[in-house]
């Protein structure tokens, strides 16, 4: 036996009274003039993108182009270690720790 769901937070799972249901409406609409005599979708259809997603695409694809890590820095902090004159600033490494909780206590 298939249990309804209706949504309507009804405990009486094993009911399939159809009349307590109400009518749900999708939001469809009805096929275009054009679709209905031809059976093919309308090519009237248009799309158009605003300024701050022409933007936002802009962007995308610029950081999409950019290396995901800069080969310089690490070589230059790599070298550093190497011969020994990298100095780790042991307050700001507290801070960015500090910081770190805060943000993912909130």
């Not at 399939?16 to 096929?31: F, K, L, M, S, W």
């Not at 790599?78 to 805060?102: H, K, M, P, T």
């Amino acid at each position: 036996m298939p249990i309804e769901i209706t949504g309507q937070g009804n405990n009486n799972l094993g009911s399939n009274n159809r009349t307590e249901r109400p009518e749900v409406n999708a939001g469809r609409r009805d096929p275009a003039n054009s679709q209905q005599s031809n059976g093919r979708p309308s090519t009237a259809d248009t799309v158009s993108l605003t300024e701050t997603s022409s933007q936002l695409r802009s962007l995308e694809n610029t950081l999409a182009e950019l290396p995901v890590v800069d080969t310089q820095r690490v070589e230059s902090i790599r070298q550093s270690i190497a011969d020994g004159s990298y100095q780790v600033n042991a307050a700001r490494v507290a801070d960015q720790l500090i910081n770190l909780e805060r943000t993912l206590d909130q």
